[in-house]
Each structure stands twice: as C-alpha cells, then as structure tokens.
C-alpha cells in the first residue's frame, strides 16, 4: 500500500461514518444536544466538513468548496464565510440548523476535492514544508494527519451523539 493509498483509505472512513450518521436523521435528530453547551451533529459535520475544507483547499491551492461553489450562501450561517467552528460559543453550535441533505451535500463535495488532491500527491509530496511556524516546520504529511486526527474524532462524536439521540427518541 502506499502512502496516497493509505490517505484515501483514511478518508473514506470518514466519509463512510459521516454517511451513516446522516441516514435518515431528522432536523431534530441533526440539532439534538446532550447539554445546552453540548456539540450537535448538524455542528459537527459542518465542522469536520469546513476543515477539511479549509486544510484541503490551502494544500492544493485553491479555493474551498464552501465559498466557491456556493455552499456558505446555502447554509446561511450567521457568521463569517472563512469560519471553520474553532472558537465557536454554545451559541454559534445552536445557529447550525442544517438538514441531512445539505449537510451531506457540502461533504460530498469536499470529499470529492479531497480524494482529487489526494489522487494528486506522491511519496515525495508529503515531506513538502507547507508552515514553518512550528518546530518542527510542517510538512504536508503532518498536515493530512492532522486533518484526519480531527475529523475522525468529529466523525466518532457526530455517531455517539446520534446513538444518544436516537435512544432519547429524537
């Protein structure tokens, strides 16, 4: 297996945990929350999604899906087009009240612009410097890794919260 097929394996865990927690899940279900400062679902995806979105985009040099196929005018959120959800207050979580299928949507399309790039890259392509703010600098194998750490975790939170909505009967 090599590194490229190794990421895109990597990924498509993401996105077949994604799939299954949006399945059928309703509005309700999608903005349940454990707590009233508890992260929803409709968040989470939108979270993980912006992410990768983001990382992906400054990886391969263009723009991210979220602005530049329309997908921040479609979820009408009341903050700003470049937020990703760091440093988001209990207030900013509840303002996500997306649908499954816009939701599922936009990571759709972030997913297909990831496995693009990802169908992009070669070995030496990982050992690429891309922020040498950090010590060590990091490289674009640092930053894949990074990205999925994060989004797996999202993607694990996303499917607990969705077990204990459906067992709250959400």
Do not use: C
Request: overall charge negative; cysteine-free; proline content about 3%.
């Amino acid at each position: 297996m090599t590194p490229t097929e190794l990421l895109l394996e990597e990924f498509s865990r993401i996105h077949s945990v994604v799939a299954r927690v949006l399945k059928n899940a309703t509005l309700a279900t999608l903005t349940f929350r454990a707590d009233a400062d508890a992260n929803s679902i409709a968040w989470l995806i939108w979270h993980l999604s912006r992410l990768q979105d983001d990382h992906i985009a400054d990886l391969a040099g263009r723009p991210q899906v979220y602005t530049s196929q329309g997908w921040a005018e479609r979820f009408d959120l009341p903050f700003g087009p470049a937020t990703t959800g760091y440093g988001h207050k209990s207030a900013d979580v509840a303002a996500v009240r997306a649908d499954a299928d816009l939701l599922r949507g936009y990571y759709e399309a972030v997913h297909t612009g990831t496995v693009a790039y990802l169908n992009t890259l070669d070995d030496a392509d990982l050992n690429r410097v891309v922020d040498d703010s950090w010590t060590p600098a990091v490289t674009v194998g640092v930053r894949l890794a990074s990205v999925l750490s994060d989004d797996l975790q999202h993607a694990g939170q996303a499917a607990f919260v969705r077990g204990l909505a459906d067992r709250a009967g959400v």
